[in-house]
């Protein structure tokens, strides 16, 4: 089976860095994915580590490290915006379902 | 190339009625996710599908959830006799075959009174 565990808040000053953790364990693995969800809204895919090492799309990063099951989320000159739920995700290869972490809620404050 | 399309956005049923929820799932996905969520918890994943297969329903409570995804049509999340507690969020997500990311509907989200 899978399981995803994440820090279920983070508060973080806008213009600061943040980083959200994931650690897993799974019984079969293809890779890291990140989704953001809004209140009221759906998930949305923002990234996706195959390999160990550090993803960077503009000012989101992820990163895996697969000898650690472990991975993050790095949100740099945070926003109001940015404020919302922030879901890791692994997809099995066996049967290729997707099974989510548990979430962390992220308040960006002024 | 519409993404994944889910109605009805909201829905109503009294207690003992059934609820149908559709997801149509983006062209060319072959692969439909449904998951489940309630106010300030996570995505619980119910139930995935492959066309007229299902792959994988451990998330699926054993009575009145079934769920389909026939050859033409889209994807059914059936509910039968709801309860209170069905009240929630409902996710369809869809991708294409060993995909990074699988992407999302709008929700459906259920009220049983």
């Known amino acids: 089976g899978q399981s995803l565990e994440q820090p279920s808040e983070v508060t973080a000053v806008e213009g600061a860095i943040v980083q959200i953790n994931c650690t897993y364990q799974?019984?079969?693995?293809?890779?890291l994915s990140w989704y953001q969800q809004h209140d009221g809204g759906a998930p949305t895919f923002l990234s996706y580590?195959?390999?160990?090492g550090l993803e960077e799309t503009g000012r989101f990063s992820s990163f895996l490290s697969r000898s650690d099951s472990y991975g993050y989320l790095l949100l740099q000159e945070l926003q109001m915006k940015d404020s919302a739920s922030y879901f890791c995700?692994?997809?099995?290869?066996?049967?290729?379902?997707?099974?989510f972490g548990t979430g962390t809620k992220l308040q960006v404050i002024p | 190339n519409a993404g994944v399309m889910q109605n009805p956005r909201h829905l109503v049923r009294r207690r003992g009625q059934e609820a149908r929820l559709r997801c149509s799932p983006m062209?060319?996905?072959?692969?439909v996710y449904w998951y489940r969520q309630l106010p300030e918890e996570g995505l619980k994943f119910m139930v995935y599908?492959?066309?007229?297969?299902?792959?994988?329903e451990s998330g699926m409570p054993k009575e009145r959830f079934s769920a389909e995804f026939p050859k033409e049509g889209p994807s059914i999340l059936r509910i039968q006799q709801v309860v209170r507690g069905d009240s929630a969020a409902y996710f369809c997500?869809?991708?294409?075959?060993?995909?990074?990311?699988?992407?999302f509907g709008q929700g459906t989200r259920l009220t049983v009174v």
């Open positions: 997500a869809s991708s294409p075959i060993e995909a990074e990311g699988a992407f």
């Open positions: 599908l492959q066309k007229e297969n299902i792959i994988d």
């Open positions: 995700a692994v997809r099995d290869p066996a049967n290729q379902k997707v099974t």
């Open positions: 799974t019984s079969g693995f293809y890779g």
């Open positions: 062209k060319g996905h072959s692969h």
């Open positions: 580590n195959g390999l160990d």
